[in-house]
């Protein structure tokens, strides 16, 4: 069964994580992509190890896992864009495009032609989709963007950490989000701007769309982000604590920790059965969450040291038997052997051109209509270069060798 962007064609000249997540998504989606590459580097993320992706004798190949993470569902060709011949190339490719993702600087690929008023004069109807630190308008849209720098300008890593000057300092989140969430929101533009494309029928035009990772950033702090907005005062670093609801962190047990998430005064009163505590759902000081979230240190002392009293597992056991939010904190061995992510089927293999399989995290999207199929792996730099010079394009192989002797690819 065809996926549900089966009938769409992908440019993706990206690299690193943020773009290419886009692309990945819509590949996983089943649209046909081509990741376009820079002859014998490639992405950069190739060179991001280790780890890597073991070969057949196991020992380590020149695949590296992030590269692995998102670039599944893609074809490889090596093409060098500063040379008349290669950009030729990508205009060839994006005539029979839908959508063509690009991350460099802004303005960098207009210097070869390969701008969006240049490529929608070829094709009206493609979506052109670009990725950058700080967007096409603005003072800093020339500088160069990265995930760790930005959430420290989006404020992120002023609410992530321990509270105090002694506590460490602030910190950025263990995964890029910002790349991520930046991927994301790409994505859903890519699909409104194909949807707004088909509405209008044959004569349906595409856009440009200019995706930030500051804007992203920005987007992202949610609640926080409003808190500042109603109050006025900036939020701070409160660790694990949640700024409005209160029971709503990490707890040390007797032999590690937990995570309690008491989300309304209803949870909090089971809570406080499971816990023998019963008097402090019925305090007045800690009743409702306004209450408790205006008397939290007081409230975290004493729960603190009722939640010592019982081990993790016990702790989990009677607050799940009673409704109440909980969990351990794993590692990333334990969230793979864990049931539920492995009835899901979080973890998939796919056969890589290297002889071995390549470990891979799942879409988490699934569809009732139009199953998501994981069939191409990562691709070797340049692994369907011929290929797609022959097939989609129409070269002859004596202009493949021409274009190979000019290291045009």
């Known amino acids: 069964m065809a996926g549900p962007l089966s009938n769409i064609r992908v440019l993706d000249l990206s690299r690193v994580l943020a773009a290419p997540w886009a692309a990945q998504n819509l590949a996983d989606l089943g649209a046909d992509v081509i990741k376009i590459e820079r002859p014998d580097k490639g992405d950069d993320s190739r060179a991001f190890g280790p780890p890597w992706l073991k070969n057949r004798a196991g020992g380590d190949s020149a695949e590296s896992a992030y590269f692995l993470c998102a670039n599944r569902g893609k074809q490889s060709i090596t093409v060098d ?59 800093y849209r020339e500088r160069p963007g990265y995930d760790f720098m930005v959430q420290g300008l989006a404020g992120i890593m002023s609410v992530t950490g321990e509270a105090g000057e002694d506590a460490g300092g602030p910190q950025r989140v263990g995964v890029p989000l910002v790349d991520i969430i930046t991927g994301m929101y790409a994505s859903i533009a890519i699909c409104a701007a194909l949807a707004h494309r088909a509405a209008a029928g044959a004569d349906g035009r595409g856009q440009y769309i200019d995706m930030a990772l500051l804007d992203c950033g920005v987007a992202i702090l949610s609640n926080q982000g409003a808190n500042f907005l109603v109050s006025g005062s900036p939020p701070q670093r409160i660790g694990n604590h949640h700024p409005n609801i209160v029971p709503y962190q990490t707890f040390r047990t007797a032999d590690g920790d937990v995570i309690l998430a008491a989300g309304n005064d209803n949870l909090f009163r089971k809570f406080c059965g499971v816990a023998g505590c019963p008097e402090l759902a019925d305090d007045a000081r800690y009743s409702t969450n306004a209450a408790r979230v205006a008397n939290r240190v007081e409230l975290t002392a004493l729960l603190a040291d009722i939640m010592r009293k019982r081990k993790t597992v016990d702790w989990v056991a009677g607050l799940e038997a009673a409704g109440v939010p909980c969990g351990p904190i794993n590692d990333l061995a334990q969230v793979f052997d864990d049931p539920q992510v492995k009835a899901r089927g979080m973890r998939i293999e796919l056969a890589h051109a290297l002889g071995t399989p390549a470990p891979l995290v799942r879409s988490p999207m699934r569809f009732s209509e139009t199953e998501l199929e994981f069939k191409v792996p990562p691709p070797l730099l340049g692994e369907h270069t011929e290929q797609i010079l022959r097939e989609r394009l129409g070269k002859s192989d004596a202009e493949i060798a021409q274009l190979k002797a000019g290291r045009v690819v």
């Open 81 to 139: 864009i500063a040379k008349p011949e290669g950009a030729d190339i990508v205009r060839e490719l994006a005539a029979g495009a839908d959508v063509l993702i690009e991350n460099y600087k802004a303005g960098d690929l207009k210097r070869y032609g390969l701008g969006y008023d240049d490529l929608a004069t070829i094709n009206p109807r493609l979506v052109y989709c670009s990725v950058t630190g700080f967007g096409q308008t603005g003072p």
